[in-house]
Every structure is written in structure tokens, then in C-alpha cells.
């Protein structure tokens, strides 16, 4: 096995970065235009899950093992907030 090129590597980090920005604001859109609340809590769990992308591109971007940990603080808050807000969606209180 050959070793990547590092600058390819980083063209490859830095495109894929682009791109999951570029589905945070897709999935920003269907949280504003509906139609019904079961899409804007799936749009904003990827949002969610997109931030954990993003947040693992740039510890990699930077080699910054820091990011992993706050992408993996940010992908158990993003759970739990998509459970509670389903959970409200769909019975109408969080905690019964």
C-alpha cells in the first residue's frame, strides 16, 4: 500500500467540508419550510449529525484530537435533543 499525498488528502477534507456545510444549509431549509413537524425534527437530527461531521473534518483538517471529543459531546446532545423533541411531536410532553 502507498501512503495518500497529503495535499490531495487535505483537497479531499477541505471538499467534503464544503459539502456537508452545503447540507446543513439544505436541511436548515426543510426545518423552516415544513411541511409537518416529523420533517423538521428529521432535519434537525441531521443537522445535528452533520455537525458531528463537520466537527470530525476539522480535527482532521488540523490534528486536533480536541474535536473528536466535542464531536462526541455534540452526537450524545444531539440524540437526546432529537428524542425529547420527538417524543414532545408526538405525545405532547417530554417528561410525563
Known sequence: ????DPAVLETAIRA???????????????????????DRVVALDAIATNVVAIAI??????DRGLFI???????IIGFIATVAVAK???EGEVIE
Open 16 to 38: 467534503a467540508l464544503v459539502l456537508v456545510s452545503g447540507l446543513c444549509v439544505l436541511c436548515g431549509y426543510r426545518v423552516i419550510r415544513g411541511p409537518t413537524n416529523p
Open 88 to 90: 414532545f411531536v408526538t
Open 57 to 62: 473534518l476539522f480535527a482532521l483538517l488540523t
Open 69 to 75: 471529543t466535542v464531536s462526541l459531546v455534540l452526537a
Open 1 to 4: 500500500m502507498t501512503e495518500a
